[in-house]
């Protein structure tokens, strides 16, 4: 499996309301992501904008039907429509994330939770075995946000995902976001997170915000409805000041989307942040 | 011990907790779980019926927002999600208003309709056959080649026998105030769907169009066609003379539309 080079770009998801915006102009982003699924699909107007963009901009699949964590394994007819828009779009990677979405019979179209065994562990690394081997190149997983965790964990999921990328030799999309949202909702720390990643295997970032925590309902959503918030891009700034290669950062906004030029706003901030965090690494690296 | 098949029990369990609000939860759950369950449920039901809000943003209009929620809430748990995309939660919509809104039938044709033109949206990109084309594949036919042609249509176009007036209703839907348009009509009508370059379109055809449509969209010859219009009538000889011209008409109008791919 052909690795995947870093890549230290900022970028925006591409969503239907900025079509216009990103056929007419040229937005300023090193690349841009989408939805894997809304445009696994046969032909017609969708496929034709993400050509054009593609002719302008690297492009990056993410998908949210893949169900990595699926104890039946993963749908190959799945499998062979994601791989058709692979070789269709040639992707920067293509990603998916941590969780499972389906039972043979039934499909949630949510991110549901594994329980963090080492069985659930086997099963998630011969599914992404699976889905390499099928679309013939290396994957990004990305760590979930959740609500839950099971009575029967064995695992951290720092360590989970680690062991999950050493024996697959699958990379990682980290989103910050997520890791602040369990990290609220489970009561573990961000940065022993962090530190206990194999972070030479992050290829790209994820930042959205999220929906706080009420008294009635004692959960932080990850809803990807608002702009970032401060503690998410503390997160950001020492996650970059940890990393040792360049790697993809992107603004997820999928409810509530604003105008473009909000997002580029947004975006520049990471920019900033991941300037700021490079001198800094820099100047320690040349103290020590 | 098989690691998937444990992972799959605790997988289909937990699947119910999601479909189901009143399943009980596991053994060994406690309230914090009960609390992150509910977020996955939430979670569940409003993707599913935005996405479903999304496929069907006419349907939704006619009924009302309050109305068409509570209808795609008794879809889903009629019929919960199979498919890889989330837009085929919708699949089969028309029949579940056809049952809810039985004292107004418009609703499940309006949603067939709707549903029809997502299929066509991003079906797979064919050109349509030209006259000159059409000339060209046909110029060497006989009777007998006319009577066993059989045409292939541009995927995702369909044909349906309606009893309702949808251009009616679809052109007040798309005005910012709904004013109910005269939508009844006697006997039936006809309604056509395809793409045409990437927007998915309609058309009212008569209903023995549509009927002639779908039959050969399902297989049927064109003189088997015929014969089916001459069945329609009486059996005189100028019957038979005018369902071949009804036929030729019908055949003139799909490829005038740019609804035929291809002449087999």
């Known amino acids: 499996m052909d690795s995947i080079p870093p890549f230290g770009g900022f970028g925006l998801g591409l969503r239907r309301q900025h079509y216009a915006d990103f056929l007419a102009g040229e937005v300023p982003v090193d690349f841009v992501e989408v939805i894997s699924e809304n445009y696994m699909v046969d032909g017609g107007k969708p496929l034709r904008v993400l050509e054009e963009v593609r002719a302008k901009h690297p492009v990056a699949l993410h998908g949210v039907s893949m169900s990595i964590g699926s104890a039946g394994g993963i749908d190959p007819a799945y499998l062979d429509r994601l791989k058709r828009l692979a070789e269709r779009i040639e992707p920067l990677w293509v990603s998916d994330h941590l969780c499972w979405t389906r039972t043979s019979a039934h499909n949630s179209h949510d991110l549901l939770p594994l329980p963090l065994t080492r069985d659930a562990l086997d099963v998630a690394c011969a599914n992404v075995d699976q889905a390499q081997n099928h679309l013939g190149r290396a994957m990004l997983i990305e760590n979930p946000s959740s609500y839950l965790t099971f009575p029967e964990d064995e695992l951290t999921e720092w360590e989970f995902i680690g062991e999950m990328a050493r024996r697959t030799g699958c990379y990682l999309l980290l989103d910050i ?20 990643l194999p972070l030479d295997s992050v290829r790209q970032i994820h930042l959205a915000g999220h929906t706080p925590a009420t008294k009635e309902r004692p959960v932080v959503i990850d809803t990807h409805d608002r702009d970032v918030c401060d503690d998410v891009w503390a997160l950001y700034a020492r996650a970059m000041s940890m990393l040792s290669v360049p790697v993809a950062t992107m603004i997820e906004r999928d409810d509530n989307i604003p105008p473009l030029a909000d997002l580029l706003h947004e975006l520049d901030e990471a920019r900033a942040i991941a300037a700021g965090a490079s001198d800094k690494g820099a100047g320690e690296s040349i103290a020590a | 011990m098989n690691p998937s098949a444990d992972l799959g029990g605790l997988q289909q369990a937990f699947m119910a907790q999601v479909l189901d609000e009143d399943a009980p939860l596991p053994h060994g759950w406690g309230k914090r779980h009960a609390v992150g369950m509910s977020v996955y449920r939430g979670n569940y039901r409003s993707a599913l019926v935005e996405a479903m809000r999304s496929t069907y943003e006419r349907t939704e209009k006619w009924v009302g927002e309050a109305a068409f929620r509570r209808a795609a809430a008794h879809h889903l748990i009629a019929h919960p999600p199979s498919s890889w995309t989330i837009d085929d939660a919708g699949a089969g919509f028309d029949r579940t208003c056809a049952e809810l809104f ?48 059989r045409t292939t249509f541009l995927p995702g176009s369909r044909a349906r026998v309606l009893a309702h007036d949808l251009r009616a209703i679809w052109k007040v839907l798309g005005e910012e105030d709904l004013v109910r348009p005269q939508f009844e009509i006697e006997g039936d009508t006809g309604c056509l769907v395809w793409r045409e370059g990437e927007r998915a379109t309609f058309i009212m055809v008569e209903a023995d169009e549509a009927r002639a449509f779908e039959a050969m969209r ?9 014969m089916t219009i001459a069945n329609e009538g009486d059996q005189s000889d100028s019957a038979q003379s005018d369902a071949a011209m009804r036929a030729g008409a019908m055949l003139g109008h799909w490829l005038n539309e740019g609804l035929i791919a291809a002449i087999d």
């Not at chain 1, 976001?177 to 206990?196: E, K, P, Q």
């Not at chain 2, 399902?218 to 015929?226: K, N, R, T």
């Open chain 2, 102 to 149: 039985a004292n107004d039938p418009e609703v499940a044709e309006l949603a067939w309709l709707e549903w029809t033109m997502l299929e066509a949206f991003t079906a797979p990109d064919v050109a349509p056959l030209d006259l000159p084309g059409f000339s060209a594949a046909t110029s060497g036919f006989g009777d007998e080649d006319w009577a066993d042609m």
């Open chain 1, 177 to 196: 976001n997520n890791i602040y949202v369990s990290a609220c909702n489970h009561g573990f720390s961000a940065d022993d997170y962090l530190a206990g």
């Open chain 2, 218 to 226: 399902q297989g049927s010859s064109y003189g088997e066609v015929c």
